[in-house]
């Protein structure tokens, strides 16, 4: 049975960061790309990054590009989100997700239905 594990959301003040890890079992990591999603309160999800097999094709939404860093470990069959000057805006719960595909296609990279397999989701909130 697949299954993704997200940690390390929490509480953190604007401007500061925070580091969320997603273990996978049940699979390998090997055979798929990781897409990142989040939820805000009253807001669909959507998508946040996602990143290829092999690390070398990365995406980001316009709005966390050059605070945020996605990168993954395929031997050690997880996935991590890097989230730094973190703002109010950002504040929702944090999934990630097994793409049916092994790259991130920049069209389809953000459309849930392109994803499978789903964590439980992590809460991140950045408040004062």
């Known amino acids: 049975q697949p299954q993704l594990v997200e940690s390390g959301g929490g509480l953190v003040q604007p401007g500061g960061s925070l580091r969320l890890s997603c273990a996978a079992s049940g699979f390998s990591l090997d055979y798929y790309a990781i897409g990142w999603f989040r939820q805000a309160p009253g807001k669909e999800r959507e998508g946040v990054s996602c990143i290829s097999i092999s690390g070398r094709s990365i995406r980001y939404i316009d709005s966390v590009k050059d605070r945020f860093t996605v990168s993954r470990d395929n031997s050690g069959n997880t996935a991590t989100l890097q989230m730094n000057s973190l703002k109010p805006e950002d504040t929702g719960v944090y999934y990630c997700?097994?793409?049916?595909?092994?790259?991130?296609?920049?069209?389809?990279?953000?459309?849930?239905?392109?994803?499978?397999?789903w964590g439980q989701g992590i809460q991140v909130t950045v408040s004062s």
């Open positions: 997700t097994r793409r049916r595909y092994p790259s991130c296609d920049p069209s389809t990279w953000p459309r849930e239905d392109f994803y499978d397999t």
